[in-house]
Nanobody
């Protein structure tokens, strides 16, 4: 089985930074991609960032230049470094993992950015 546990969320002021972590337990073989999406009240779910097994990355236009996704295979962890945070970034951030044909996700971590 695969489990994903997120951490690192919190309350920060606009312009501040946070680093989210997603620790994966279980098999890490043949993972196609991992990443983060976010869900804010009244807004559609948004894919924030993704990274493939070949380390190719992609980002939502709204976070390009501010967020960086990375992976540490030795620690079975994926990170999301978030800089220059804006109030619009406030959301529950959820880690996901795809291993065709399956899809896994964590419980999420709350990020709140005050103006």
């Amino acid at each position: 089985q695969v489990q994903l546990v997120e951490s690192g969320g919190g309350l920060v002021q606009a312009g501040g930074s946070l680093r989210l972590s997603c620790v994966v337990s279980g098999s890490t073989i043949s993972i196609n991609a991992m990443g983060w999406y976010r869900q804010a009240p009244g807004k559609q779910r948004e894919l924030v960032a993704g990274i493939t097994s070949g380390s190719s990355t992609n980002y939502a236009d709204s976070v390009k230049g501010r967020f960086t996704i990375s992976r540490d295979n030795a620690k079975n962890t994926v990170y999301l470094q978030m800089n220059s945070l804006k109030p619009e970034d406030t959301a529950v951030y959820i880690c996901y993992l795809t291993r065709v044909p399956y899809y896994y996700w964590g419980q999420g971590t709350q990020v709140t950015v005050s103006s």
